[in-house]
């Protein structure tokens, strides 16, 4: 059975609950829009099925839950929790999580008015986040690399969907990181996907980290990216200064990363726009608002 062939729908997610999980199969479910990798169920008012869908391998969901009940109890926002594990088995062959749900609404669908306050909150966050990993932490795979050696990723975004009006100042930000100094310390907790899909909002502000997946042990710059890539337009300095572990080296190599994850976004966005499968046509003006923030560097 391929990932085209399964079809997952309210009433298998049922089925497996019933199968392996039976005390948890009459709570209401209902669809949770967006997804790529795994799909989402809401489960009741407090909890989400996460399904494997187009991931390979279980390798994602098997990371978050191992580490994941590690660093929650440090962390000062809600991040989901696995609760249940479903195994493969004849009616789904891959691997499936219950997880806490964390209540808010992504960003990507909603927006921030208390910058400063958001501001804080995610430099809080990283600040408890970004502490050593330990031994048997995972690595970060295509992420977690200087950005020297993401050039490759970096000329194939550039050469489809950098602005011609912009592309000049964006390919000097991206220099400039490429020729920042290396990451020297020792491997750090990095969540290594902060976008604005992984965030959850409300009441203006942050609420919420989800998406752990991609997590290792490496530098914190793919972190501190966020404070363009998430935050408002003259809020990246006040995180900056409440987050306090960032060198200058740091910094210049995080807005380097912080373009290269913008136009990611708008790769996306004009996927969607194209209809082409994982497309999102609403982060393509998310990736060009925080690209236009990259440059400013506010």
Not at 8 to 29: F, K, M, N, S, Y
Not at 175 to 200: K, Q, T, Y
Not at 202 to 211: H, P
Not at 251 to 277: E, H, Q, T, V
């Amino acid at each position: 059975m391929t990932e085209t062939e399964i079809e997952i729908t309210a009433d298998l997610v049922r089925d497996l609950l019933r199968e392996q999980h039976p005390d948890l199969a009459g709570l209401t479910i209902r669809e949770v829009p967006g997804g790529w990798g795994n799909q989402m169920w809401r489960l009741g008012e407090e909890w989400a099925v996460r399904m494997q869908r187009m991931d390979p391998s279980p390798e994602l969901q098997l990371k978050e839950r191992r580490w994941l009940p590690v660093l929650a109890p440090r962390l000062p926002l809600p991040v989901p929790l696995p609760v249940r594990f479903g195994e493969p088995s004849p009616r789904f062959p891959k691997h499936w999580t219950v997880m806490t749900w964390v209540h808010g609404e992504p960003l990507d669908h909603g927006a921030i008015s208390r910058g400063t306050h958001a501001a804080e909150t995610l430099a809080g966050f990283l600040r408890a986040l970004h502490v050593e990993a330990p031994a048997g932490a995972p690595s970060g795979r295509d992420r977690g690399a200087h950005p020297r050696n993401c050039v490759d990723g970096f000329e194939n975004l550039f050469q489809v969907v950098a602005p011609d009006d912009i592309a000049a100042d964006v390919r000097a930000v991206w220099d400039d990181a490429v020729a920042a100094e290396a990451w020297e310390g020792r491997p750090l907790w990095v969540h290594g996907d902060l976008h604005p899909a992984n965030v959850v909002v409300s009441d203006g502000t942050l609420v919420g980290i989800v998406d752990f997946g991609d997590m290792f042990a490496g530098d914190p710059a793919w972190d501190l990216a966020a404070a363009w890539v998430l935050l408002p337009a003259g809020t990246a300095s006040r995180f900056f200064d409440v987050y306090a572990n960032a060198d200058e080296a740091a910094i210049r190599r995080a807005r380097g990363l912080a373009a290269l994850k913008c136009l990611f976004l708008m790769l996306m966005g004009r996927n969607g726009d194209r209809g082409l499968p994982g497309g999102k046509p609403h982060w393509g003006p998310v990736g060009r608002a925080a690209l236009d923030r990259v440059l400013k560097g506010v």
